[in-house]
Every structure is written in C-alpha cells, then in structure tokens.
C-alpha cells in the first residue's frame, strides 16, 4: 500500500510567493465584479407564520405519540386515527395549487413607501424589480415572440381550467415566493413568503394564513353545512305553514264565536287540529335544525398561531458581502491551484 506524503505547505508557499502580484488584481477584480453582479438583484424579505391545526378524530395516547414523534412519524399516526382526507401533511400540497395561489391573487397589498396600492396579481405583473440580464433577455423573448396584452383585472375570479402564458408564469412566481413546510415531530404547519417589499411580504403570509384557515374550515364542514342548510329551508317551511294554519284557525274562531250549529263548530276544530299538526311538526324541525347548528359548531377546526406575521426589518437576502467573500475565497484557490499546476 502507497503511503500518502503530507502536505508541504512551506513548498507550496515558496511556490506561491513569486506570484503574489496575481492575486493583487484578481481578489479585487474578483470581489469587484462579483458586487456588480449581486447589486443587481434586488433585496427581498422573508416573513414566517406558523399554526397549529386541530386534529381530526381520536388522539393517539401519550406515550405512543411521544415515542411515534421521536421517530418522525407522529404525522403519520395521526393521519391513521383521522378520517380526514385533508391532513396537516398535505397542507403544503394544497397552498401550492393553483386553485390556492389563484385564491390569493385579488388580495389587496400595498407597499411600505405607500407608492404602490393593488391587487397581488397586479403587483406582481407591474411592480416587480429584476437584474437587468433578466430585462435584457425578457426583451429579446418579447422581441422574438410578442406575448399577447394582458387585460386581466386581477380581481374577477381566474379560470385555473385555462391559463394564458403570462398568468402561468406569474402563478409560478407566487408559488415560488410563498413556502409552506409541516413539521412531523411538532404537527406545526409553517408558512414562509418572500417578497421584494417588506409589509406586501407581511400583508401575503398573514393572507395565505388566513386563506388556508378557511379552506380548512369550509372542508371540514361541508357536510355539517349542507344538513344545517338543509334543515333551516325546512325550517323556515314549516313555520310559514304553522303561521298560515295558525291565522286560518283564529279567522274561523272568530268568526264563529257565537255560532252553536255543529258543522261550524267541527269546522274551527279541524283547523286546530291541523294548526296543531303543523305546529308539531316545525316543533320537531326546529329541534333538528338545532342540533344540526350544534354539529356544524362541532366539525368547525380550531387553529393555535404560535407565530403571527410581522413586517421584517431586515432584508433575508441575497447575502452579498457573504456571497463576494465566498467568490474571493474561491478564486483564490482556483488561481492557487492554477499557480501550482503550471509550476510542476
């Protein structure tokens, strides 16, 4: 077996050192022309919510979810024990598609200087900043193949069926800028928007928080609306009936108050009976449409938000004094190495 010879670094200083003046023009230009390039892209923010969501169906106990969380697989357990086909692990699924992002579209957004004051479609087609590589091939893309005007308001409903090439690529964008993880151990559901204004960014992820809240809401109660609904038609049905028996009664009660012939008075009694009858049944109805009312407060989802959102300060990247001194440190191993190679 070869045995590998140490490294000299004195030898490979000595070969270095002669060379020195290189790396006085190719640090600078390096660290020069690496700023140009990073100055270019514009800053952007980044601003988090999270959210526990309520469980659907029984909860595991505590040990076995304690020990399922260990191994990552709590998530897991709990999707088992729900009967819910929309579980907290499929939340990221659900805020990336379109019909989502297109939920998200006419939300109203304005910057922090107070300059610009739209929808979030609208924004995002107009007032979005970009190197000027990307506006130097954007205009040779247009120049070569004219993308048709774009007169959509962003505030009708978008068809996701059938979208225009533009409408795509802006869904896009929206998809890239708003992230959404879930923790298995913790059962927490993050979301995390990114954007080139402070407070659109703050503005977007509480908007998503709350669109997703109500997605949730609106499926896990479908059905429990759909009996209240049902019940409070019937509801309403049967005490316009019972209303309706109820004055025919008293206009016979009293219009034949003094009258002893037995056809009228078998008359009134017959339409007692019958207000009664109805009265019976809007009774029974209305006990229904109760209990409906407190099934559908029943299926209704609680959500803890254990971090709300909050403009940023500070701009979450690009990083361009990190990303310079990473460019120089590696230009200076690339000529290091260079030197070397020609040296042998």
């Given at each position: ?99 989502f992002i297109a939920e998200l579209m006419p939300v109203e957004i304005k910057t922090k200087k107070g300059d610009v004051k739209c929808n979030y479609y609208t924004y995002l087609r107009d007032y979005q900043k970009a190197p000027w590589w990307e506006f130097i091939w954007g205009t040779i893309r247009e120049w070569i193949s ?39 151990k913790t059962e927490i559901v993050s979301i995390t928007v990114y954007d080139q204004d402070p407070l659109v960014c703050a503005i977007m992820a509480d908007s998503t928080c709350k669109k997703l809240q109500d997605f949730i809401v609106a499926y896990r109660t479908s059905k429990a609306r759909i009996d209240y609904e049902y ?114």
């Amino acid at each position: 077996m070869e045995e590998r010879k140490p490294i000299d670094i004195s030898n490979i200083i000595k070969k270095l050192w002669p060379n020195r003046k290189k790396y006085y023009y190719v640090l600078p230009a390096t660290l020069i022309i690496t700023y140009l390039f990073i100055v270019c892209i514009p800053r952007y923010y980044s601003c988090k919510v999270s959210l526990a969501p309520e469980t659907d169906g029984p909860s595991v106990s505590g040990s076995i979810s304690s020990l399922a969380s260990s191994f990552g697989i709590g998530g897991s357990l709990a999707k088992l024990n729900s009967q819910d086909a929309i579980y907290a692990e499929i939340y990221p699924d659900v805020i990336n598609s379109k019909k989502f992002i297109a939920e998200l579209m006419p939300v109203e957004i304005k910057t922090k200087k107070g300059d610009v004051k739209c929808n979030y479609y609208t924004y995002l087609r107009d007032y979005q900043k970009a190197p000027w590589w990307e506006f130097i091939w954007g205009t040779i893309r247009e120049w070569i193949s004219p993308t048709p005007k774009d007169e959509y308001n962003g505030k009708d409903k978008i068809s996701v069926f059938e979208l225009t090439k533009l409408q795509d690529d802006l869904f896009k964008q929206a998809q890239g800028n708003i992230k959404c993880t879930f923790d298995k151990k913790t059962e927490i559901v993050s979301i995390t928007v990114y954007d080139q204004d402070p407070l659109v960014c703050a503005i977007m992820a509480d908007s998503t928080c709350k669109k997703l809240q109500d997605f949730i809401v609106a499926y896990r109660t479908s059905k429990a609306r759909i009996d209240y609904e049902y019940y409070k038609k019937l509801c309403e049905e049967s005490k316009a009936e019972y209303e309706n028996a109820l004055n025919r009664y008293a206009s016979s009660a009293d219009a034949h108050t003094k009258t002893v012939m037995a056809i009228y008075q078998a008359k009134v009694e017959s339409l007692e009976n019958e207000m009664q009858a109805k009265y019976n049944i809007y009774n029974s109805i209305n006990t229904q449409l109760q209990t409906a009312r407190a099934k559908l407060q029943e299926a209704t989802p609680a959500f803890t938000i254990i971090e709300s959102a909050s403009v940023p300060i500070k701009p979450a990247g690009p990083k361009r004094m990190i990303i310079s001194i990473a460019m120089m440190i590696l230009s200076f191993f690339v000529l290091s190495g260079y030197i070397l190679l020609k040296s042998k």
